[in-house]
């Protein structure tokens, strides 16, 4: 009986480890836009976010990753304008901790329950063509954000690399990264 007591409590917990891990990086794009006609690129709304800080550094990531596949920031007349925004949500896990001669369930031993929570944020990035003012290119990031500033901006940044691997579409099916996917995890 014991055993499987045991395979019980590992299967749980491991199911809380998953829920807990939660990052996830997609993209999706207009598959009738030729996206090599776009050269240049403006903010038409920068990313609201909880933290003041992070307005910059999500600009700063995201400029650096257009600039690197050929575009140039422009304050007028873009080809293409951004739109993002980070929005969180406070969420909790409940862990249990079992000690002395038992599991909890025979009578032997103590267990304890705690409520653990942590923020999960998520991030949008939208590509608008100026013209037509349509979406033409959308990523998103959800994960789980750190209560550290320097680690908050490490794991944006990271989001932001992994989701613009979408961008151009086929960018990232002929880089040497591997297989193209528009599900990008760790």
Same mark, same amino acid.
């Given at each position: 009986m014991r055993p499987a007591k045991i395979l019980v409590t590992l299967g749980l917990l491991l199911l809380t480890a998953t829920v807990v891990r939660a990052d996830k990086i997609t993209f999706d794009y $207009?598959?009738?836009?030729?996206?090599?006609?776009?050269r240049t690129f403006m903010w038409m709304q920068e990313p609201e976010t909880p933290d003041p800080f992070m307005k910059e550094r999500l600009v700063r990531a995201v400029n650096a990753q257009l600039t690197a596949r050929g575009l140039r920031l422009v304050t007028s007349k873009p080809d293409i304008v951004i739109g993002a925004s980070l929005s969180t949500e406070e969420k909790q896990v409940w862990d249990t901790y079992y000690t002395g001669g038992g599991w909890g369930w025979d009578g032997g031993g103590w267990s304890t329950t705690?409520? /653990?929570?942590? %923020? %999960?944020?998520?991030? %949008?990035? $939208?590509? !608008?063509?100026?013209?037509? /003012? @349509? %979406?033409?290119?959308?990523?998103?990031?959800? $994960?789980?954000?750190? /209560?550290?500033?320097? @680690?908050?901006? @490490?794991?944006?940044?990271?989001? !932001?690399? @992994?989701?613009?691997?979408g961008y151009p579409p086929g960018f990232f099916e002929t880089s040497t990264l591997g297989k193209a996917t528009n599900v990008i995890g760790d």
């Amino acid at each position: 009986m014991r055993p499987a007591k045991i395979l019980v409590t590992l299967g749980l917990l491991l199911l809380t480890a998953t829920v807990v891990r939660a990052d996830k990086i997609t993209f999706d794009y $207009d598959h009738n836009v030729n996206f090599s006609r776009y050269r240049t690129f403006m903010w038409m709304q920068e990313p609201e976010t909880p933290d003041p800080f992070m307005k910059e550094r999500l600009v700063r990531a995201v400029n650096a990753q257009l600039t690197a596949r050929g575009l140039r920031l422009v304050t007028s007349k873009p080809d293409i304008v951004i739109g993002a925004s980070l929005s969180t949500e406070e969420k909790q896990v409940w862990d249990t901790y079992y000690t002395g001669g038992g599991w909890g369930w025979d009578g032997g031993g103590w267990s304890t329950t705690e409520m /653990r929570t942590y %923020v %999960v944020g998520t991030l %949008v990035v $939208d590509l !608008i063509d100026s013209r037509t /003012r @349509k %979406v033409v290119w959308q990523g998103t990031a959800v $994960d789980k954000l750190s /209560r550290k500033p320097e @680690k908050r901006t @490490k794991d944006s940044d990271k989001w !932001i690399q @992994k989701m613009f691997r979408g961008y151009p579409p086929g960018f990232f099916e002929t880089s040497t990264l591997g297989k193209a996917t528009n599900v990008i995890g760790d």
